[in-house]
Structures are given as structure tokens and as C-alpha cells.
């Protein structure tokens, strides 16, 4: 049986917990691998990242690690961490002993579709609403002065990072690309959703799954799923 490594990266403001789940959900022949940025849970006090460049950089030690061992790897990403596995994925192709097998790319435009109304820059009060409102959601903690203040220069970088972010290359990868969303995402539309097939020569999906934005919350044995059947593929 070959055994997949799935490296999942995270949305702003989240980080590896929010992959734990997926661990007991996951079918024996894929091994869920949360990717944990600075910033957040157990590296809250290392300074966030801001720049893809330098996030792909900073992360390729840990990825490697986690990579170690597996007969292939596959790659995860929800809205800003779609991005970041897509500019991994770009990376661990050109490293030895790395077989990509597949990236997953969720809840994101292409990476040519920047946004029309962004958030970094906003006072904090309106940074918080434009960041719920891109979201589809409130986090609670966001309600809390004290929680807010620890949180918010975390997710102010994060989307920074988002908001910033223009591809490094316009080369096609060699790795099988699905884009997903849910179906009532306001956010990302199906058009821009479809225009991830420009990043690969090597085969392209456009998934719709039950769910807004965060569709993976609430979901996540019906993603995992489709994640096994197009790795068995």
C-alpha cells in the first residue's frame, strides 16, 4: 500500500490544530501533517511571517521533516494557505527525494486574481469586520479585548501575507492540481476557482462540496474523502 503524507497549511489566523481532526478521520494510506507557521499555538511568540518568499523559506526545513519517509507527499491549503502549498509544491518539486503527488488548492482565487476590497491596512475595528466578512464567520475569540489584542498582530500578518502575495513564476508545475470550495462560498467564485488550471501541465479538477467558506469545518470526512479518491486516482 503506498502511503501518502498530506501536508496541510493553514488559513490566516489558524494554525495546526485546526488539522488535528483530520487524523482520525483519515483512511490507513494517508497520514494527515499539519504545517505549523510562527505566530501561533506552540510558536506564538516567533514574529509571523509577512511575504510568501520569505514563509516558503522558513517553512521548507519543517516540510522536509514532516516529508521525511513518505513514499509521496500531497499538499493542502485553505484560502491563504492555498497559496502557501501552491509556492511549496512549486519548491519540493525541484528538491530531491520529494515525490509530489497531488495539490490541493481550497477556498482561494487563482493566483493571478487579486481582490478588490482588502483588510491589512485597516484600523483594527474595521480589519476585524472585513476579515469576518471574508470569512463568512465570527471568531468568538475576536469578541474578547484581551483574546483580540493577543490575536490580532498574528492575523493582521497573515492576511498581509494574502494581500501581497503575486506568484513567483508563471512555469506550469508537473503535479495533478483540484480546486475546491464550498458551494456557497461568497468569497471565491467558480471563475476564479477555475483558474487554477494555469499552474499545472499535469491535470486539473474543479471540486464544489456542500458549505461556505469554511465548508471544511463542518465537513472535513466528506473533503478527506475526496482527497483519497484522487490520490487513488
Known amino acids: 500500500m503506498t502511503r501518502t503524507t498530506l501536508l496541510c497549511f493553514p488559513y490566516a489566523g489558524a494554525g495546526p490544530s485546526v488539522y488535528q481532526p483530520w487524523r ?3 483512511p ?6 499539519p504545517v505549523s507557521l510562527p505566530g501561533r ?29 513518505a ?3 500531497a499538499l493542502f491549503g485553505h484560502s491563504m494557505g492555498a497559496v502557501l502549498a501552491y509556492e511549496m509544491t512549486r519548491r519540493l518539486t525541484g ?15 487563482d493566483p493571478w486574481s487579486g481582490r478588490d476590497r482588502t483588510a491589512a491596512d485597516l484600523p483594527d475595528d474595521e480589519f476585524v469586520a472585513r476579515v469576518e466578512e471574508f470569512a463568512g464567520y465570527t ?11 493577543l490575536l490580532l498582530p498574528g492575523l493582521r500578518a497573515d492576511v498581509e501575507l494574502h494581500e501581497t502575495y503575486r506568484p513567483a513564476s508563471d512555469k506550469r508545475i508537473e503535479v495533478p492540481v483540484t480546486a475546491l470550495r464550498g458551494a456557497d462560498d461568497a468569497l471565491v467564485a467558480d471563475a476564479a476557482l ?3 488550471e494555469r499552474v499545472t501541465s499535469a491535470g486539473f479538477a474543479a471540486q464544489r462540496l456542500p458549505g461556505g467558506h469554511m465548508y471544511l469545518a463542518d465537513s472535513p470526512a466528506v473533503l478527506l474523502d475526496l482527497v483519497r479518491r484522487e490520490l487513488a486516482g
Open 95 to 109: 528538491t530531491a527525494g520529494v515525490t509530489v503527488a497531488h495539490l490541493f488548492v481550497s477556498g482561494s482565487p
Open 28 to 33: 490507513p494510506e494517508l497520514e494527515v501533517a
Open 194 to 196: 477555475i483558474g487554477w
Open 71 to 73: 513514499d509521496r507527499v
Open 41 to 69: 499555538e506552540k510558536r506564538f511568540v516567533e514574529e509571523p511571517y509577512r511575504r510568501m518568499e520569505q514563509a516558503v523559506d522558513g517553512l521548507l526545513d519543517e516540510v522536509l521533516e514532516l516529508a521525511a519517509g
Open 139 to 149: 471568531h468568538p475569540a475576536l469578541e474578547d479585548p484581551d483574546m483580540r489584542e
Open 24 to 26: 482520525r478521520l483519515a
